[in-house]
């Protein structure tokens, strides 16, 4: 059962580190695709923070919140696959903080095709935040040591 449970984290991670990886030799000296794409939706992002709750978004360089992302998935992939709940968590926070950035349904009309795309994208890292809270609540239901079970005594005639 052991390894079944390894090999499915080394699954589940890999979708993070074959992200990360990519994001990483495309990175360059601006941040790569990845920066460029994010650029805009952030802005947007940003922009509804601060007409919603009165707070200025503060000016970020795109292309070390893409670092940052990188090193979150990297990293908190590699320790999730050693089943450390540190690594789901790192994982967790890129998948709250990325997906409602990345995935912006909200800002198109229904009928347009970017919104069904951008709802079924924001559907899926739901799914993979719902695997992760999974996973960090069963680690927390095992007890860290089990106890030592009294030998049985044989009876004797």
């Known amino acids: 059962m052991a390894f ?3 090999l499915g984290r080394v699954l589940f991670a890999s979708v993070f580190i074959l992200s990360a990886w990519q994001e990483f ?4 000296i601006d941040g790569g695709p ?3 794409s994010l ?6 992002f940003s922009k509804h923070v601060s007409i919603q709750t009165g707070l200025q978004v503060p000016d970020v360089e795109i292309k070390y919140l893409v670092a940052a992302a990188i090193a979150l998935k990297g990293l ?3 320790l999730f696959i050693f089943g450390s709940s540190l690594g789901a968590y790192l994982l967790l926070l890129h998948q709250a903080i990325v997906t409602p950035i ?3 349904f909200y800002n198109y009309d229904v009928d347009k095709k970017e919104f069904t795309l951008l709802f079924v994208k ?4 739901l799914a993979l935040l719902g695997a992760l809270l999974f996973f960090i609540g069963m680690k927390n239901l095992i007890p ?5 079970k009294a030998p049985k005594t044989t009876k004797t005639a």
Do not use: C, H, W
């Open 34 to 36: 990845a920066a460029k």
């Open 144 to 148: 860290r040591r089990f106890r030592k």
């Open 39 to 44: 650029r805009p939706k952030f802005n947007v």
């Open 76 to 78: 908190g992939s590699l």
């Open 4 to 6: 079944v449970s390894f």
């Open 122 to 125: 924001f559907t899926q890292s």
């Open 25 to 28: 030799n495309e990175f360059g």
């Open 102 to 104: 990345l995935y912006d």
